[in-house]
């Protein structure tokens, strides 16, 4: 147990000063000025804002991660919250979102079968596919006039129905 402490404190040591490292590079590289003045020009409400549609984001990928398991195994909120951050916090830094892909590893030590997470994974992405549309197709409509919108609309719902239509498909042919 001692030793186990004793690596964990090594750890967080180490991300710490590199962490430290690199902020005292990137501020003798650009210098602490233009950060604090650009700092001070954004709006503190559109701070705000990101921050607390960011924690919604976060709060409905843990949600969606524990209803997604619930038929495998029961995983508490604040344990899938805590993998679905990690997941998403991962995919800021790593190119592609390949970071996301880390929640597969992650409930591996849930004894929770690969195949069964990247299941739950693309899953998961297709729903958040079909959201992202129906957001796109609202903020066209705000956006453009009417019938550009309405175009639009038309071949995202097509493009939709086409990707429904092949993944029922290959599960009904078993393919």
């Known amino acids: 147990m001692l030793i186990n402490k004793y690596h964990r404190f090594v750890l967080y040591a180490g991300k710490f000063v590199l962490s430290l490292a690199i902020l005292i590079f990137l501020l003798s590289t650009i210098g602490i000025k233009e950060p604090v003045i650009l700092l001070f020009r954004i709006d503190p409400i559109f701070i705000l804002t990101v921050f607390l549609i960011t924690l919604f984001v976060y709060l409905v990928s ?3 991660l524990q209803i997604f398991l619930t038929p495998l195994k029961y995983l508490k909120l604040k344990k899938a919250l805590y993998y679905s951050t990690l997941s998403l916090s991962s995919s800021t830094f790593l190119p592609g979102k390949f970071g996301e892909g880390i929640i597969i590893f992650l409930l591996k030590k849930e004894n929770i079968p690969i195949s069964k997470t990247i299941a739950i994974f693309f899953l998961d992405k297709i ?9 796109a197709s609202i903020g066209l409509v705000l956006i453009l006039n009417t019938k550009k919108a309405s175009f639009l609309i038309i071949v995202i719902v097509t493009t939709l129905f086409i990707l429904l239509y092949l993944l029922f498909l290959q599960k009904k042919f078993g393919a």
């Open 127 to 135: 729903i958040s596919l079909i959201v992202y549309l129906i957001l």
């Open 62 to 64: 843990g949600i969606n």
